[in-house]
């Protein structure tokens, strides 16, 4: 039975995105009846900023919404029905020294990808493991839905390691939908999705049961890239060669050489500049006239996050069995993936959660080989993360495709584990109990 009121919590509010989330609250208000909403993070500055600037926005929409701000993560979990996790650990720094320290060993620095997005991997997994573990303790029945990133490795690492509810996020895939409907006339297609997290296909596009897959890869066809990729897009042959329509994320592993090139020619890494936005948008949040989410949030790159997530509550909510692209265990959707591997594919989601649509058949060999060896190096990472194991962390970066010298490899990551010491006790349990 449907609860009357609903309390979500928002693990990592001080985020500037959090504004995204209220917004598709307030366009959801007649469906989601939230009672209660508490804002979660262990930043009091950024806390009290964007905290305010949300309960403006619910007081202007006229939600009848109790909004809490806290700093104590068992206050925002007990009695939660949904946990929105959006932790960036470390902040914004420590996505600078995994962008700029990689440089020096001719490896490519990026929040998600390569041996960037393997250290926030490490700083990330263990706080999510003890936040599902609080969560079993004080809202065992509640959904958490994880868009932290890397979203693929963290639902890898909860849904094997944790036994909570969770679905894991991410606002590429709804972005690559909109573009293909756009640049095909198209109001409602079919849309095959297959791949992981930042290492993903569109591979059958269907209407009215015409195909216009091989339409879409005669026109060389490109769907929209994110706002924090430096993207020039990808060729008709590349195109064809995939058999599929990449993900922008997929330029970094297509053309690493050229996206190196373009890392070490920025005058400023992508990190450094959303530190600059972030300020920027907590000074326009101060202003206590505000009431609605700035234009200037979109240039952070996370457009249309608050259409994937609170579109996802509603539908479990709800139950209105509505396919949705998540982050959840293979479970046979993909017959060339294990069962326990997190994919990222379309699911019917409801009251119950998402089922994985099974595809059929499935027989592209470039997508069948990668989809495998990254998800090799996601194991490991995991592995790594949990035990602080920096044998598996060794062999997760080899089969890394940004990565895979020996040399470069180590000197990266020993540089990078003492850079972000404070974040990774696993690694350091001799000094711990010294």
């Known amino acids: 039975m449907k609860k009357a009121n609903i309390k979500i919590a928002i693990i990592g509010s001080g985020s500037t995105y959090t504004p995204e989330l209220i917004e598709g609250m307030i366009k959801r208000k007649d469906a989601l009846p939230i009672g209660e909403l508490v804002l979660m993070d262990i930043d009091a500055r950024k806390l009290r900023i964007v905290g305010e600037l949300c309960a403006r926005m619910i007081a202007a929409a ?5 909004v809490v701000m806290t700093q104590d993560l068992d206050e925002a979990l007990t009695g939660a029905d949904f946990v929105l996790g959006q932790i960036r650990v470390g902040k914004l720094p420590a996505r600078v020294l995994d962008e700029k320290i990689p440089l020096r060993y001719g490896m490519i620095g990026q929040e998600t990808c390569g041996i960037g997005g393997f250290f926030k991997a490490m700083r990330t997994i263990p706080v999510m493991l003890r936040i599902a573990e609080r969560m079993k303790a004080l809202c065992p029945d509640a959904w958490l839905i994880n868009f932290s990133n890397p979203a693929g490795i963290i639902t890898e690492a909860i849904l094997n390691h944790a036994g909570v509810k969770m679905l894991g996020l991410c606002n590429v895939p709804y972005n690559m939908f909109k573009s293909i409907r756009e640049s095909l006339q198209l109001d409602r297609p079919n849309i095959e999705y297959v791949g992981l997290n930042h290492l993903s296909w569109i591979t059958g596009i269907e209407q009215d049961g015409k195909d ?5 890869l005669e026109m060389g066809l490109n ?10 897009g990808f060729s008709k042959e590349l195109i064809r060669m995939a058999g599929a329509i990449p993900s922008s994320y997929l330029e970094y592993y297509y053309f690493k050489n050229k996206k190196l090139q373009v890392v070490l020619d ?20 101060s202003d206590s006239a505000l009431h609605a989410k700035p234009e200037l949030l979109a240039s952070r790159g996370g457009a249309n996050y608050s259409e994937v997530a609170i579109s996802l509550v509603d539908a479990i909510h709800n139950d209105k069995q509505e396919v949705h692209v998540v982050n959840l265990l293979n479970n046979g959707a993909l017959d060339f993936m294990r069962d326990d591997d997190a994919v990222e594919v379309c699911a019917v989601v409801g009251k119950d959660g998402a089922k994985p649509v099974k595809i059929e058949g499935f027989d592209n060999r470039h997508i069948i080989d990668y989809m495998r060896m990254v998800k090799a190096y996601e194991r490991e990472t995991v592995a790594a993360a949990i035990a602080g194991d920096e044998d598996a962390a ?10 895979g010298d020996y040399d470069a490899a180590r000197g990266a990551f020993e540089e990078l584990k003492e850079a972000h010491k404070e974040y990774l006790p696993q690694f350091f349990k001799e000094a711990a109990n010294a």
């Open 62 to 66: 006229n939600m009848p919404c109790r």
């Open 212 to 216: 216009y897959l091989k339409t879409a």
């Open 223 to 232: 769907s929209e890239t994110m706002k924090n990729i430096p993207a020039s």
């Open 266 to 285: 920025m005058e400023l890494s992508r990190g450094e500049k959303c530190m600059q936005i972030e300020e920027e948008l907590l000074d326009i949040y």
């Open 394 to 403: 060794m062999r997760a970066l080899l089969m890394n495709p940004l990565v």
